[in-house]
Protein backbone atom coordinates (compact mmCIF):
# COMPACT_ATOMS: atom_id res chain seq x y z
CA UNK A 1 0.00 0.00 0.00
CA UNK A 2 1.39 3.39 -0.70
CA UNK A 3 2.62 5.69 1.94
CA UNK A 4 3.44 9.71 2.36
CA UNK A 5 7.27 9.30 3.35
CA UNK A 6 9.06 11.99 5.64
CA UNK A 7 12.39 12.02 7.00
CA UNK A 8 13.60 12.74 9.56
CA UNK A 9 11.42 10.82 11.99
CA UNK A 10 13.26 12.39 15.19
CA UNK A 11 15.03 16.09 14.81
CA UNK A 12 16.71 17.93 18.14
CA UNK A 13 17.87 21.18 17.29
CA UNK A 14 19.07 24.43 19.34
CA UNK A 15 17.34 27.34 19.25
CA UNK A 16 18.56 29.76 16.04
CA UNK A 17 19.91 26.41 14.32
CA UNK A 18 17.93 26.09 11.27
CA UNK A 19 16.14 22.71 10.24
CA UNK A 20 14.87 21.52 7.10
CA UNK A 21 12.22 18.49 6.90
CA UNK A 22 11.34 16.45 3.55
CA UNK A 23 7.88 15.25 2.49
CA UNK A 24 7.19 12.41 -0.64
CA UNK A 25 3.90 11.81 -1.26
CA UNK A 26 1.64 9.06 -2.42
CA UNK A 27 2.55 8.88 -6.14
CA UNK A 28 -0.25 11.09 -8.48
CA UNK A 29 -1.24 12.79 -5.40
CA UNK A 30 -1.31 16.30 -6.86
CA UNK A 31 -2.25 18.50 -3.63
CA UNK A 32 0.61 18.21 -0.87
CA UNK A 33 -0.09 20.25 2.94
CA UNK A 34 1.90 20.82 6.17
CA UNK A 35 0.59 20.35 9.17
CA UNK A 36 1.80 21.53 12.94
CA UNK A 37 0.63 19.37 16.03
CA UNK A 38 1.76 21.13 19.18
CA UNK A 39 1.42 18.56 22.09
CA UNK A 40 -2.11 17.84 23.01
CA UNK A 41 -3.49 19.56 20.38
CA UNK A 42 -5.07 18.58 17.12
CA UNK A 43 -2.63 19.14 13.72
CA UNK A 44 -3.56 22.73 12.04
CA UNK A 45 -2.28 23.76 8.71
CA UNK A 46 0.79 25.62 7.68
CA UNK A 47 0.95 25.38 4.26
CA UNK A 48 -0.84 23.49 1.20
CA UNK A 49 0.24 22.98 -2.60
CA UNK A 50 -1.43 22.16 -5.40
CA UNK A 51 0.82 20.67 -7.83
CA UNK A 52 4.12 23.28 -7.53
CA UNK A 53 1.60 26.32 -6.52
CA UNK A 54 0.86 27.32 -2.93
CA UNK A 55 -2.20 27.06 -2.50
CA UNK A 56 -3.09 28.48 1.34
CA UNK A 57 0.12 29.41 3.79
CA UNK A 58 -1.93 32.20 5.70
CA UNK A 59 -1.14 30.29 8.64
CA UNK A 60 2.70 29.80 7.81
CA UNK A 61 4.91 32.08 10.03
CA UNK A 62 6.74 33.62 7.29
CA UNK A 63 9.46 35.35 9.25
CA UNK A 64 11.18 31.97 9.80
CA UNK A 65 9.28 28.96 8.14
CA UNK A 66 9.55 28.72 4.39
CA UNK A 67 8.15 25.98 2.34
CA UNK A 68 8.70 24.47 -1.66
CA UNK A 69 7.65 22.13 -3.84
CA UNK A 70 9.61 22.58 -6.93
CA UNK A 71 8.85 20.19 -9.39
CA UNK A 72 5.13 19.04 -7.84
CA UNK A 73 6.24 16.17 -6.39
CA UNK A 74 8.48 16.26 -3.04
CA UNK A 75 8.74 18.70 -0.67
CA UNK A 76 10.51 20.56 1.94
CA UNK A 77 9.73 22.36 4.70
CA UNK A 78 12.60 24.60 6.51
CA UNK A 79 12.64 26.89 9.52
CA UNK A 80 15.19 29.36 9.81
CA UNK A 81 15.87 30.03 12.51
CA UNK A 82 13.86 27.60 15.27
CA UNK A 83 13.02 29.04 18.03
CA UNK A 84 11.54 26.88 21.39
CA UNK A 85 8.07 27.11 20.92
CA UNK A 86 8.75 25.38 17.03
CA UNK A 87 8.99 21.89 19.54
CA UNK A 88 6.13 20.18 17.70
CA UNK A 89 5.57 17.06 15.34
CA UNK A 90 5.39 18.30 11.99
CA UNK A 91 2.77 16.28 9.40
CA UNK A 92 2.63 15.40 5.82
CA UNK A 93 -0.49 15.21 3.60
CA UNK A 94 -0.95 14.33 0.65
CA UNK A 95 -4.24 13.68 -1.56
CA UNK A 96 -5.33 13.44 -4.94
CA UNK A 97 -7.00 16.42 -6.17
CA UNK A 98 -8.06 19.34 -4.12
CA UNK A 99 -11.48 18.50 -4.37
CA UNK A 100 -14.28 18.42 -1.67
CA UNK A 101 -14.44 14.61 -1.97
CA UNK A 102 -10.54 14.17 -1.88
CA UNK A 103 -9.22 11.42 1.72
CA UNK A 104 -6.70 12.75 2.77
CA UNK A 105 -3.13 10.69 3.82
CA UNK A 106 -0.93 11.27 6.54
CA UNK A 107 2.82 10.54 6.33
CA UNK A 108 4.17 9.56 9.92
CA UNK A 109 5.26 12.87 10.78
CA UNK A 110 8.68 14.37 11.97
CA UNK A 111 8.95 15.20 15.81
CA UNK A 112 10.90 18.45 16.42
CA UNK A 113 12.39 19.66 19.56
CA UNK A 114 14.04 22.64 20.14
CA UNK A 115 16.50 23.30 23.01
CA UNK B 1 -13.84 30.13 10.76
CA UNK B 2 -15.08 26.90 11.54
CA UNK B 3 -15.22 25.02 15.28
CA UNK B 4 -14.55 21.75 15.41
CA UNK B 5 -15.45 20.01 19.54
CA UNK B 6 -14.94 16.82 20.00
CA UNK B 7 -16.50 15.15 23.51
CA UNK B 8 -15.53 13.47 26.26
CA UNK B 9 -12.15 14.64 26.11
CA UNK B 10 -10.77 11.45 28.17
CA UNK B 11 -11.85 8.00 28.43
CA UNK B 12 -11.35 5.35 30.48
CA UNK B 13 -12.65 1.92 29.57
CA UNK B 14 -12.46 -1.59 30.43
CA UNK B 15 -11.35 -3.87 27.90
CA UNK B 16 -15.03 -5.31 26.16
CA UNK B 17 -16.43 -2.36 26.53
CA UNK B 18 -18.64 -0.22 24.61
CA UNK B 19 -18.03 3.81 23.76
CA UNK B 20 -19.09 6.69 21.51
CA UNK B 21 -17.20 9.51 20.65
CA UNK B 22 -19.52 12.75 19.39
CA UNK B 23 -17.81 15.45 16.62
CA UNK B 24 -19.69 18.74 16.17
CA UNK B 25 -19.00 21.56 14.02
CA UNK B 26 -19.97 24.89 13.43
CA UNK B 27 -20.63 25.39 9.85
CA UNK B 28 -21.19 23.51 6.55
CA UNK B 29 -18.14 21.40 5.45
CA UNK B 30 -17.24 19.59 2.34
CA UNK B 31 -16.51 16.25 4.12
CA UNK B 32 -15.24 14.73 7.02
CA UNK B 33 -12.68 12.16 8.66
CA UNK B 34 -11.90 10.05 11.34
CA UNK B 35 -8.65 9.47 12.64
CA UNK B 36 -6.50 7.74 15.37
CA UNK B 37 -3.19 9.10 16.36
CA UNK B 38 -1.37 6.03 18.11
CA UNK B 39 1.49 6.33 20.98
CA UNK B 40 4.02 6.68 17.71
CA UNK B 41 2.34 9.64 16.48
CA UNK B 42 0.59 8.22 13.46
CA UNK B 43 -2.41 9.58 11.87
CA UNK B 44 -4.12 6.68 10.91
CA UNK B 45 -7.15 7.21 8.56
CA UNK B 46 -10.64 5.26 10.07
CA UNK B 47 -13.38 6.99 8.22
CA UNK B 48 -13.91 8.85 5.38
CA UNK B 49 -17.59 10.20 6.10
CA UNK B 50 -19.01 13.17 5.38
CA UNK B 51 -22.95 11.98 5.63
CA UNK B 52 -24.43 8.83 6.09
CA UNK B 53 -23.25 5.51 7.95
CA UNK B 54 -20.18 3.30 7.67
CA UNK B 55 -19.15 0.16 9.30
CA UNK B 56 -15.29 -1.14 9.66
CA UNK B 57 -15.20 -4.13 11.67
CA UNK B 58 -15.78 -3.29 15.45
CA UNK B 59 -15.62 0.19 14.30
CA UNK B 60 -18.68 2.41 12.88
CA UNK B 61 -18.99 6.01 12.10
CA UNK B 62 -22.02 8.25 11.75
CA UNK B 63 -22.46 11.85 10.27
CA UNK B 64 -25.77 13.75 10.16
CA UNK B 65 -24.69 17.06 8.09
CA UNK B 66 -27.64 18.73 8.61
CA UNK B 67 -27.37 18.80 12.42
CA UNK B 68 -23.39 19.26 11.92
CA UNK B 69 -22.30 16.61 14.27
CA UNK B 70 -20.84 12.82 13.86
CA UNK B 71 -20.33 9.83 16.05
CA UNK B 72 -17.78 6.83 16.20
CA UNK B 73 -18.76 4.10 17.89
CA UNK B 74 -16.30 1.47 19.34
CA UNK B 75 -17.29 -1.81 20.69
CA UNK B 76 -15.66 -4.87 22.82
CA UNK B 77 -12.54 -2.44 23.34
CA UNK B 78 -9.38 -3.46 23.22
CA UNK B 79 -6.40 -2.53 24.68
CA UNK B 80 -4.56 -1.69 20.96
CA UNK B 81 -7.35 0.86 20.61
CA UNK B 82 -5.32 3.08 22.96
CA UNK B 83 -4.48 5.89 21.55
CA UNK B 84 -6.29 9.35 20.72
CA UNK B 85 -9.08 9.83 18.22
CA UNK B 86 -9.59 12.93 15.78
CA UNK B 87 -12.09 14.48 14.13
CA UNK B 88 -11.29 16.48 11.21
CA UNK B 89 -13.16 18.25 8.96
CA UNK B 90 -12.60 19.57 5.51
CA UNK B 91 -13.87 22.99 5.07
CA UNK B 92 -12.50 25.92 3.01
CA UNK B 93 -11.74 26.18 -0.68
CA UNK B 94 -8.25 24.59 -0.64
CA UNK B 95 -10.41 21.57 1.59
CA UNK B 96 -7.90 21.80 4.57
CA UNK B 97 -8.82 19.91 7.44
CA UNK B 98 -9.79 21.63 10.80
CA UNK B 99 -9.50 19.71 13.70
CA UNK B 100 -11.16 19.34 16.85
CA UNK B 101 -8.80 18.74 19.94
CA UNK B 102 -8.86 14.97 20.24
CA UNK B 103 -10.32 12.11 22.57
CA UNK B 104 -7.45 10.56 24.87
CA UNK B 105 -9.11 6.61 24.89
CA UNK B 106 -7.20 4.37 27.21
CA UNK B 107 -8.63 0.83 27.29
CA UNK B 108 -7.43 -1.28 30.39
CA UNK B 109 -6.89 -5.36 30.61
Known amino acids: EAEVAQSPRYKITEKSQAVAFWCDPISGHATLYWYRQILGQGPELLVQ????????DSQLPKDRFSAERLKGVDSTLKIQPAELGDSAMYLC?????????????FGPGTRLLVL | GIQVEQSPPDLILQEGANSTLRCNFS?????LQWFHQNPWGQLINLFYIPSGTKQNGRLSATTVATERYSLLYISSSQTTDSGVYFC???WGYGNKLVFGAGTILRVKS
Open chain 2, 88 to 90: AVA
Open chain 1, 93 to 105: ASSPRTGKTETQY
Open chain 2, 27 to 31: DSVNN
Open chain 1, 49 to 56: FQDESVVD
